[in-house]
């Protein structure tokens, strides 16, 4: 959609995914095939899309504000919009669908099936969820974004997969052994920008495997687990050095100090430095 005059535009690239939220004045896109699938879900006001069916058809469709409409990578598509259209676009790199249905175990090649007119809230709150990380002021880092769009993969493959079923040979959580390699892993890289696949990695497990296995084991997300543990290091450095809170901010990992007081506040139910204070007290 970008034929027209765009009014106002913010956009945010992750690896496999891209989020766009569009502000456009009326105008229309002339047939594209994208190598990407497509999501489309409008905000405010509506488009009229024209696509080709499977069965070498047209179909002509009518969008409605946050419904979610789903083009597969390679289907030609052509849009217009009489009124000024408010969209949010979602494109998602084939390759991340394969590489998600091979590691969650669903059976044979899957495909995913046109989506048209479907109210799917999930799909469009980790589409702005997504779009906000890259705005934030204090973002939770790769792990989180990673984390969103992996479970949008899955919500898709389970949802509208055409072969969606997956192997159930998933029994328990992690062995000890593995645990242990795994925490120990994120203790020595809590300064670095984790990711899901980086831990995996270092236990030997596919992303899916090890962070359902991982939050049966521990109860916790991979993603909650490295927060506590920063937390942890944090207030261990408050209680042993006199480090000024932007130089414990660092060491614990936390990309800047609003950061670490934003969620050292949340779990601690107090700041940095009043816990630092009442602490020195004793």
């Not at 809170?245 to 430095?273: C, D, I, M, W």
């Amino acid at each position: 959609m970008i034929d027209s005059r765009i009014i106002q535009h913010s956009g945010a690239r992750w690896e496999g995914v891209r989020v766009d939220r569009w502000r456009l004045s009326p105008g229309e896109m002339p047939e594209t095939v994208t190598p990407a699938h497509e999501i489309n879900i409008p905000v405010a006001g509506s488009f009229t899309s024209l696509k080709h069916t499977a069965a070498g058809g047209r179909c002509r469709g009518q969008s409605r504000v946050g419904r979610v409409y789903f083009i597969p990578a390679g289907q030609p598509v052509s849009a217009s919009w009489r009124g000024e259209l408010e969209c949010l676009t979602i494109l998602i790199d084939p390759r991340l669908i394969a590489q998600t249905a091979s590691e969650s175990g669903f059976a044979g090649a899957v495909e995913l099936g046109e989506i048209c007119d479907v109210e799917d809230p999930l799909v469009q709150q980790i589409g702005f969820s997504l779009l906000a990380e890259t705005a934030a002021k204090e973002p939770f880092g790769r792990l989180y974004a990673e984390t969103l769009t992996h479970a949008l993969a899955v919500h898709l493959l389970r949802r509208y997969g055409v072969n969606r079923r997956p192997h159930e040979n998933f029994r328990g959580g992690l062995a000890g052994s593995k645990l242990r390699r795994a925490t120990e892993f994120i203790d020595a890289h809590l300064e670095a920008d984790l990711t899901v696949a980086d831990i995996a990695a270092a236990v030997g497990l596919s992303r899916y495997h090890f962070a359902r296995a991982f939050k049966r084991t521990t109860g916790l997300t991979p993603q909650r687990y490295l927060i506590e543990r920063r937390i942890e290091r944090a207030t261990r450095l408050l209680g042993e050095s006199e480090l000024p809170l932007v130089e414990v901010s660092a060491r614990a990992g936390f990309k800047n100090q609003s950061h670490f007081t934003t969620l050292f506040r949340r779990l601690k139910r107090v700041t940095p430095g009043a816990w630092r204070e009442a602490h020195s007290r004793r």
